[in-house]
């Protein structure tokens, strides 16, 4: 396994995979079919191989990635629950999975049937009053709901409004949104108990106030008690409030967006409503908003005339396209396969997520102290702050090592505003056994960190690769084959 890099190269001269018997049909000289300055001069430079190797070697890279096929993955926020293979049979049936997005609208009924009824199911978990579809991820619903709520302004003639509120323990796609659509980005902090702090936020509030942008429960894992009444600041200063939905899969069935006072909110599909997700996509974040922006959700909306499904072009206010199409209609139908499997018993998907975070949380803060000491909800975020300063060990180290006992790490250093932060979030999919053999691993990492602090620092030891240049390593990914790497 150790020797990867150096096995990459499995080329031998003159190896086939397949060989085709010699046609019994007229062919055609390729001088003839293809004009002379377009054919090579020279063979293109593949690697040769039989057909084996191929399949051994595509094989073995699979299985130098860790998914949560392999095994457990509390990337926390990221919310990398298993994904029933259920789904990925409804996305693959071939009326969903060969429909051309240019067909005509008689032909499409049953797609349309399908973002209808979904839309409507996500209405009715989130509060909304319509949602569009179009937005490929979170980060591009973000930007969708904040377009949104700059036309709602612009269509009032109320044009000073150029800040939007976020608080400090937000995601980071959070402030980039608000400043990629033009705002200024106004921080606003949390309190030492988590919860943003409203007197604070009294302070910022004003004419200036295009939105705040809220995550509840926020990526600290806790539930902000005091959300009405900072939906009702924003409110009274003018402003609209945007709900960040990537943590609905903590509250479903006990708590609504819309209830708390937000005028618009994403869910992540990839996170909350299965399809498998990493490694950059495809996803979905659909938008939903209350009545007063439907006015100006993205062309085309679906709606139901009589017993046929339509796509409405017709829409003046409208911000336009954000995504080609009706967005990535496979994460779609992967949602609304997991929303009907599941009916009312969403409501334990969010149960199961917050008792499992809860028995993690509750198992691990002797050993690592938690940010606040209080019951969390589907993620709790714990601090290697004291491992660091008794043994050195830091929170990177602890990650490495877990590398080492199979499981993925937890997401580290985030939030921001937490020393040495380890945010887990074991997701309602993991049974007992499994969460108490990671919780076992992160003791063992702890005691190990006493006994031999240098081996936790040194980790990874049984993976194909060490320490990367993870900077490197994503902004500049080597993915592609080449015969002569200079
Ligand atoms: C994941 C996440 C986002 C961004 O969603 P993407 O689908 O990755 O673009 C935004 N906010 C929070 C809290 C998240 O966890």
């Given at each position: 396994m150790a020797l990867v890099p150096l096995l990459f190269e499995k080329s031998t001269p003159g190896k086939r995979a397949v060989t085709f018997p010699a046609p019994d049909v007229p062919t055609v000289e390729l001088s003839e079919a293809i004009p002379a300055d377009l054919i090579r001069q020279t063979p293109a430079a593949l690697p040769e191989l039989s057909e084996v190797e191929v399949v051994r070697h595509f094989t073995q890279l699979s299985r130098l990635n860790h998914g949560v096929d392999v095994d457990f993955y509390p990337l926390g926020s990221c919310t990398m629950k298993y994904n029933p293979k259920v789904n990925e049979e409804a996305a693959r049936i071939p009326g969903f999975a060969l429909t051309h997005p240019l067909q005509p609208e008689e032909t499409v009924q049953g797609n349309l049937q399908l973002l209808h009824t979904l839309e409507g199911w996500l209405c009715e978990v989130t509060g909304m009053d319509r949602m569009t579809f179009q937005p490929a991820a979170g980060a591009h619903g973000e930007l969708t709901g904040i377009l949104l709520i700059r036309a709602y302004h612009e269509s009032r003639g109320d044009t000073e409004r150029n800040e939007v509120i976020v608080p400090d323990s937000a995601h980071g796609t959070n402030p980039a949104t608000a400043a990629m659509a033009g705002y200024r980005v106004v921080p606003v902090k949390s309190r030492p108990d988590g919860s943003i702090d409203v007197d604070a936020l009294r302070q910022i509030v004003g004419p200036k106030t295009a939105a705040l942008m809220m995550t509840n429960p926020s990526t600290l894992g806790l539930f902000d008690p005091h959300v009405r009444e900072i939906t009702e600041i924003v409110h009274q200063a003018g402003g609209l409030c945007y709900y960040d939905g990537a943590n609905l899969n903590a509250i479903m069935g006990y708590a609504r967006p819309g209830d708390m006072g937000f005028d618009v909110v994403h869910l992540n599909l990839h996170k909350t409503f299965s399809t498998p997700h990493g490694g950059g996509g495809p996803g979905s974040g659909p938008v939903g908003v209350k009545s007063h922006l439907v006015p100006f959700l993205p062309v085309p909306v679906v709606e139901k005339q009589g017993d046929r499904y339509a796509l409405d072009w017709?829409?003046?206010?409208s911000i336009g396209k954000i995504h080609g199409f009706w967005g990535n209609f496979g994460v779609i139908v992967r949602a609304y396969a997991y929303v009907l499997a599941h009916g009312p018993a969403l409501k334990e998907v969010s149960e199961h997520a917050v008792l499992n975070a809860n028995y993690v949380l509750a198992r691990l803060k002797p050993y690592y102290e938690p940010y606040v000491d209080r019951y969390c909800m589907h993620e709790c975020v714990l601090s290697a702050r004291t491992l660091k300063q008794e043994t050195g060990v830091r929170t990177l180290d602890v990650a490495k090592r877990l590398l080492d006992e199979g499981v993925h790490p937890p997401t580290i250093y985030f939030p921001l505003i937490v020393e040495e932060a380890l945010m887990i979030e074991p997701t309602e999919t993991e049974d007992k056994a499994t969460l108490d053999r990671f919780i076992e691993a992160m003791i063992r990492i702890h005691d190990e960190a006493r006994s031999n602090p240098e081996y936790v620092k040194s980790a990874p030891h049984k993976t194909p690769v060490g320490r990367l240049d993870e900077a490197l390593a994503a902004r500049r990914p080597n993915l592609r084959y080449r015969a002569n790497p200079s």
């Open positions: 017709d829409r003046p206010q």
